[in-house]
């Protein structure tokens, strides 16, 4: 099966920062159609699991700009510039280009 | 607009079966390329991904669970369905169902179940 890491389990930054949040998986995520199965999840408490990027680099709808995935292969990044209050959660990375499917651990972004 | 709500029996005993229930509405299963999958949480731990039923009826399963895993779908009613036997402790957690959009991501998700495996 494909693994996901994401090596840090918790970031703490201030608000109006930028920061980026890494997933490495153990091959690559490219598929034929020349796009790659990586999808990034927020999730924050009492709110439902949120997507916010597919195919490594797509916003979902009403996600907003300043969040980005960028990446390619194996190594994928989510940035989020400029840092708003209700962006403090616990992202995860997802692949779907393999059965199993599997999940990065989770990065937890918290409040310097 | 679509929205998924997942329901259980909140607490069973050890080598019972688990059945969960994905009620939706927004989409339907019957619609070429959609899918429902099921995943779970346990409290303070990260998200495994359980199985996926897509909408001509092909399934896919963790192999972790070593087959005690049935999905299906109820088109008619808008429901999918998770089983899962011979449930143990390790078996607690939130289970969530989610929509799965271009075969890509869980687009939409539920708020989760909370299931408790304990005698």
């Known amino acids: 099966q494909i693994t996901l890491t994401q090596q840090a389990e918790s970031l703490w930054i201030s608000p109006g920062e930028r920061v980026s949040i890494t997933c490495r998986a153990s091959?690559?995520?490219?598929?034929?159609?020349?796009?790659?199965?990586l999808s990034w999840y927020q999730q924050r408490p009492g709110q439902t699991t949120k997507a916010l990027i597919y195919?490594?680099?797509v916003r979902t709808d009403g996600v907003p700009t300043r969040f980005i995935g960028s990446g390619s292969g194996t190594e994928f990044t989510l940035s989020i510039e400029h840092v708003q209050p209700e962006d403090f959660a616990i992202y995860y990375c997802?692949?779907?280009?393999?059965?199993?499917?599997?999940f990065g651990s989770g990065t937890k972004l918290e409040i310097k | 607009q679509v929205t998924l709500k997942e329901s259980g029996p909140g607490i069973l005993q050890p080598s019972q079966t688990l059945s969960l229930t994905c009620t939706f509405s927004?989409?339907?299963?019957?619609?070429?390329?959609?899918?429902v999958g099921w995943i779970r949480q346990p409290s303070g731990k990260g998200l495994e991904w359980l199985a996926n039923?897509?909408?001509?009826?092909?399934?896919y399963y963790n192999p972790s669970l070593k087959n005690r895993l049935t999905i299906s779908k109820d088109t008619s009613n808008n429901q999918a369905f998770l089983k899962i036997t011979n449930v143990d402790t390790a078996d607690t957690a939130t289970y969530y169902c989610?929509?799965?959009?271009?075969?890509?991501?869980?687009?939409?998700w539920g708020q989760g179940v909370m299931v408790t495996v304990s005698s």
């Open positions: 039923i897509w909408w001509d009826d092909d399934k």
């Open positions: 195919h490594a680099s």
């Open positions: 989610a929509r799965i959009y271009l075969g890509a991501l869980f687009d939409y």
């Open positions: 927004g989409f339907s299963l019957s619609t070429y390329g959609m899918g």
């Open positions: 997802l692949q779907t280009l393999k059965s199993p499917l599997t």
């Open positions: 091959q690559s995520l490219l598929y034929t159609d020349g796009k790659h199965y």
